[in-house]
């Protein structure tokens, strides 16, 4: 399912009796969503984050240039590695065939915990992109 907040999360999970694979809704280094991670956790389900590149947002990103530098790495490849170190699956666009590659090229690296907080520091209360959400539905506070 997509866009789904965690009341109608829990909702959702309750009238069915399969489990819920997957959550799709906006997440990147600008938003918290830490009350649907924990709602996802212990539901047993998954987050899987559209836009998380910020819609190339994360390019110009001084404290994503600066780990992604530390690593030789650039700053989409240390956003994507970010969010899969949180067991988060993350649906990349590009128009670019090298882009894409990039953007698969992350598992020879990990994130110190130091640096998943600085990444996670950026989240900011304006930081949501587009609102998909059902009329009726309200977002998680943080
Ligand atoms: N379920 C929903 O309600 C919902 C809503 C919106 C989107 N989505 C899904 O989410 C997917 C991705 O979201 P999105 O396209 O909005 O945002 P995104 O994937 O965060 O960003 C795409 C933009 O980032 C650029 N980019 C790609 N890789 C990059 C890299 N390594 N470094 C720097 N820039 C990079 C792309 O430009 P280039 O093409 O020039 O590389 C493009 O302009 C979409 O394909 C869509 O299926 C779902």
């Known amino acids: 399912m997509s866009n789904y907040p965690s009341t109608q999360f829990r909702e959702a999970q309750s009238a069915s009796d399969a489990k819920l694979i ?8 600008y938003l918290s969503l830490k009350t649907l991670r924990a709602t996802a956790a ?4 998954s987050i899987t984050a559209w836009s998380p590149l910020a819609q190339g ?3 110009d990103d001084p404290v ?3 780990i992604a530098r530390a690593h030789g790495k650039t ?8 969010l899969i170190q949180q067991d988060v699956i993350a649906i990349p666009r ?6 894409a590659a990039e953007n698969f090229d992350i598992w020879e690296f990990s994130l110190s915990a130091e640096e998943m907080e600085r990444v996670h ?3 900011r209360p304006d930081g949501r992109l587009g609102d998909w959400i059902d009329r009726d539905f ?3 506070q943080d």
Request: no cysteine; proline share 8%; hydrophobic share 35%.
């Open 121 to 123: 520091a950026l989240a």
């Open 138 to 140: 309200v977002w998680d």
């Open 94 to 99: 590009t128009t670019k065939p090298q882009r």
């Open 22 to 29: 997957t959550n799709q809704v906006e997440y990147h280094p």
């Open 64 to 66: 994503i240039g600066e």
């Open 57 to 59: 947002q994360i390019a």
């Open 42 to 45: 212990e539901l047993g389900s």
């Open 75 to 82: 700053p989409g490849q240390v956003t994507l590695r970010w």
